[in-house]
């Protein structure tokens, strides 16, 4: 898997010019977003929030962009901004849903991270 992880960073790096070329387009969003993700699955946690804030500060908040802030947050130990993150993100999923009804919700994976905080926490019930 790492081998995988190491060769998408070879290509992001290779296309981060050409997406960079424009950063009010849509490919440097994408390209942000999965430089992102990229940076998570190597468990670079700090770099991947960075990265993050930089799609909150380009797109708006979402509540699937909150989650992810959230499980990086989570996986930093910083417990507070986590569950706030999950916290913001189910209040977020019910105004999507209003606005736009066919989409996913995915609150059961907001349920699971809020869990997860009170899991690491200790403060189960």
Request: charged share 35%; proline share 1%; aromatic share 8%.
């Amino acid at each position: 898997a790492q081998y995988k992880l190491d060769r998408v960073d070879e290509v992001l790096a290779e296309i981060e010019g050409a997406c960079s070329a424009d950063k009010s387009s849509d490919k440097y969003t994408k390209f942000i977003q999965m430089k992102a993700f990229c940076r998570w699955k190597q468990s670079r946690f700090k770099e991947a929030l960075k990265l993050f804030e930089e799609m909150k500060n380009r797109v708006g908040l979402s509540s699937k962009l909150l989650e992810n802030m959230g499980h990086t947050y989570n996986s930093l130990g910083d417990y507070d901004k986590a569950q706030e993150s999950f916290q913001k993100a189910l209040d977020l999923v019910d105004v999507e849903l209003k606005l736009n009804p066919e989409a996913d919700s995915h609150k059961g994976g907001l349920y699971m991270g809020l869990g997860l905080v009170k899991k690491r926490r200790g403060k189960v019930e």
